[in-house]
């Protein structure tokens, strides 16, 4: 099943922008998943299970990195990435 998933992290300190960076490129250089940035979100394409792995992962690593930070996701169970198709769902 595909799925996609529109993310954002908000880093509970001072210096936001780093963790912020740091998560987001840890998500690119995994070649398993599609993503697309923009000023107000990160939103990840790809194979559900592969997905749900990759963003527990780099979720439990950024909290042990980084300290508290809230992720806010909301998850379809459709591949939406516009950069493919239109979509007719």
């Keep these: 099943m595909m799925l996609s998933v529109e993310i954002s992290n908000y880093p509970l300190n001072e210096e936001y ?3 912020i960076k740091d998560f ?3 998500l ?3 070649d398993k998943l599609r993503v697309s940035c923009n000023t107000m979100s990160t939103q990840i394409f790809g194979e559900h299970d592969e997905v749900m792995q990759v963003l527990s992962a780099e979720m439990k690593d950024s909290f042990e990195r980084f300290g508290k930070m809230i992720f806010v ?3 379809i169970n459709s ?3 516009p950069a ?3 979509h007719d769902d």
């Design 28 to 30: 690119l250089a995994n």
């Design 79 to 81: 591949d939406l990435d």
């Design 17 to 19: 922008i780093e963790p």
């Design 73 to 75: 996701c909301k998850f």
């Design 84 to 86: 493919l198709k239109p």
């Design 24 to 26: 987001i490129n840890r």
